[in-house]
């Protein structure tokens, strides 16, 4: 769809876009070539896709996958879809909060993520044992920070917690033009997937909740050593009376030096979570 095919649909439809929802319409036809492209999608494929919109990418979609599952929590767009895809029957459209749902079993998440959720769509979709594929396009500063590059500013819990489960694969910068109505972000498209070997504390629920919290924790003193950005996490948690005498000697134990946490390494953030968890 063009612009004025999309403005035409919206207007018989009465919707007005939703900033709160992200509505933000693909109109650029090279764009979804080149996801398609970078998605690889095949008759074996099980494709969840969320706020699918009015479906310009789902119709391709569904025609190379094996099933679809695409999520809109606007009901007018819903009722739409439900509409647009009546004669296939490799699709399932659902009306709900992805957010507040069970995410159907899929292989890969093809989407253009609404912006006001990324975040914790990012955290539900990958931050699990078996995670999907992922071909996005996202806020451009939250896909900086998944690509990290060194980069002071960069370096964020996304960076550490997005970074222990998947591969960052490709980036690319997707001009705010692609879309109507322009977004007041840029925008990126990326590709990622399952790092082959997900460290085994990250593997049980408990444990993995634990480094998420302990990530975000931790992240607000990456300016700091460790021992002092640990120690601020754990007063943050009046429950826990732990001194930092205590942070001190597991260091030690571990053979751990306290160095800055901006200088860490992933791996790095996940054994002083292990390390910490114990106690």
């Known amino acids: 769809m063009n612009k004025k095919e999309v403005q035409l649909i919206l207007k018989k439809l009465s919707i007005k876009p939703k900033k709160s929802l992200s509505q933000n319409f693909l109109i650029d036809k090279n764009i979804l070539d080149v996801i398609l492209s970078e998605s690889e999608i095949s008759k074996e494929d099980i494709i969840l896709e969320v706020g699918p919109g009015l479906g310009v990418l789902t119709e391709k979609i569904v025609e190379k996958a094996k099933k679809v599952y695409a999520v809109e929590i606007d009901s007018r767009l ?7 895809f009546s004669t296939f029957n490799n699709i399932e459209i659902i009306n709900e909060d ?65 970074n222990s489960f998947m591969k960052p694969i490709k980036k690319r910068k997707i001009s705010r033009n692609c879309f109507y109505p322009i977004p007041n972000i840029d925008i990126s498209l990326i590709k990622i997937v399952p790092k082959e070997n997900i460290n085994p504390f990250l593997l049980e629920n408990e444990k993995k909740d634990f480094f998420l919290k302990f990530v975000a924790g931790v992240m607000p003193y990456k300016n700091k ?55």
């Open 78 to 84: 819903y009722s739409y879809l439900s509409n647009k």
């Open 98 to 162: 992805i957010l507040k749902m069970d995410v159907p079993s899929h292989d890969k998440f093809v989407s253009n993520v609404p912006y006001s959720i990324t975040g914790p769509l990012i955290a539900k979709i990958f931050f699990k044992s078996k995670p999907p594929h992922g071909i996005l396009m996202i806020e451009k500063s939250i896909a900086d920070r998944i690509f990290f590059d060194g980069t002071y500013k960069n370096f964020s819990r996304i960076t550490v917690g997005l």
């Open 225 to 279: 050593n460790i021992i002092n950005a640990v120690d601020l996490f754990l007063k943050s948690n009046k429950k826990l009376n732990f001194k930092k005498e205590k942070i001190i000697k597991i260091l030690l134990e571990n053979s751990i030096a306290n160095y800055k946490l901006s200088s860490l390494k992933i791996n790095d953030f996940i054994e002083l979570s292990r390390l910490f968890y114990n106690f």
